[in-house]
């Protein structure tokens, strides 16, 4: 595995799911991680999921790194202001951000799937989507670019779906907010690139995060989670291309671009958990 000892990285909504992948993996590559999300260490947990961000701090040092939980609501400049003045005074400089917090399932009405017309859909989904999501991910990115630019090095990751392989994601805010951060990745490449700083998009595909599986578990169906078509990737695999691209000295070759972590897989030599190597995300029926 690629070593990143002396990075300093942050993992936005990293309480659970892919950004506690993220986190985790950065730690076993020996990063220091800061740790955002809402959800701590004897509060209520968002959508009472399990998972916090002192629980992904303490896995993050168990595994090499150091994690440093910072309870961040990206919805709030002044807090997320906060974070990055504590980075700043604390360490001087960032080398890594992971933009993944997302809002955007966190309600009943806020979810991909089942397909329900715009025209019937509450915008507090809009909300989740954009201002907890798209505007969370620019936020962020302004105020780490500074971190950066003395350098003139950092990579700015923002996940996101592969809204490349499907002409329309079957939800107009989900659809909206997912090619905005593409689109965001690729427009801050633009103006980056003469800085030395890289920014991509990177997608990975149907992940088994405890989200995922309590949604399985609430429709009764958690069988279900092990047939064709339920959600192979573990969260680490996202993590690991992460640390993969992190760790690329030639990283800004990808800048601008959407990447899929089955194909990182690939180039990198990196696997799952398993072992196994699950191709890039597909829809039945899409290219």
């Known amino acids: 595995m690629a070593r990143l000892q002396g990075v300093v990285a942050i993992v936005t909504g990293a309480s659970r799911g892919a950004g506690r992948g993220i986190a985790v ?16 260490a004897g ?3 968002t959508d009472n999921v ?34 990055f003045g504590r980075v700043r005074r604390d360490y001087g400089c960032l080398d890594l951000l992971v933009n993944n917090v997302w809002g955007g399932y966190e309600d009943s009405q806020c979810r991909p799937l089942p397909l329900v017309p715009f025209w019937k859909q509450s915008l507090t989904q809009w909300d989740g989507m954009v201002t907890a999501g798209v505007r969370a991910h620019l936020t962020a990115s302004r105020l780490a670019v500074p971190l950066m630019l003395p350098r003139r090095r ?6 996101t779906a592969n809204v490349a392989a499907l002409p329309y994601m079957p939800n ?5 907010a997912k090619h905005a951060v593409a689109r965001l990745s690729w427009a801050m490449a633009q103006e980056l690139c003469a800085h030395g700083i890289a920014s991509l998009a990177v997608a990975p595909g149907f992940m088994r995060t405890e989200r995922v599986v309590e949604a399985f578990r609430r429709a009764g169906a ?3 989670l092990d047939r064709p078509g339920g959600p192979k990737e573990t969260p680490a695999y996202l993590g690991r291309a992460i640390v993969a691209l992190a760790a690329d000295e ?11 972590v089955g194909s990182l897989a690939r180039e990198y030599g990196f696997t799952d958990v398993d072992g196994s190597q699950p191709p890039p995300f597909r829809v039945p029926g899409s290219a």
């Open 50 to 83: 399990a998972g916090t961000i002192d629980d992904t701090a303490q896995e993050v040092t168990v595994r090499g790194g150091r994690g440093i939980p910072v309870r961040c609501d990206h919805t709030i400049d002044r807090e997320v202001e906060s974070l």
């Open 154 to 159: 950092g990579v700015i990751v923002s996940t």
């Open 25 to 40: 993996e950065l730690g076993a590559a020996g990063a220091t991680v800061f740790v955002t999300g809402r959800s701590v």
């Open 172 to 176: 107009l805010f989900y659809d909206l």
């Open 222 to 224: 958690l069988e279900a």
């Open 250 to 260: 030639r990283v800004m070759e990808k800048s601008g671009q959407l990447v899929e």
């Open 43 to 45: 509060g209520p947990t």
